[in-house]
């Protein structure tokens, strides 16, 4: 595999991602999408869904939108109206 990221994302990286997935969320998903990720060590599965699967509890789940407290230390508030378009 030739696209190797050898160090975990930063906290702006980590907001940026939240912020993409938030938008396409609400512009792109449909009712799922499930995402396959073949890894050095293996894949990875990601599911998106608008609907709680079975079984599951939603108390299960982090919450990141809006920005969990953690994340939202030292960056401006963020319109969540917007389309949080990137340049």
């Known amino acids: 595999m030739t696209d190797e990221i050898a160090e975990r994302l930063s906290d ?5 991602l ?3 997935l938030v938008r396409y969320c609400q512009h792109d998903l449909d009712q799922f999408d499930d995402w396959r990720l073949t890894l050095p060590w293996g894949e990875v599965y990601v599911s998106i869904s608008n609907a709680l699967p079975l079984g599951h509890p939603r ?3 982090t919450e990141v939108w809006p920005f969990s407290p953690k994340l939202a230390e030292s960056i401006p508030a963020v319109d969540t109206t917007a389309t949080n378009d990137v340049e």
Do not use: G, N, P, T
Not at 12 to 16: I, P, S
């Open 59 to 61: 108390d299960a789940y």
């Open 12 to 16: 702006d990286e980590l907001r940026q």
């Open 18 to 20: 939240i912020r993409l």
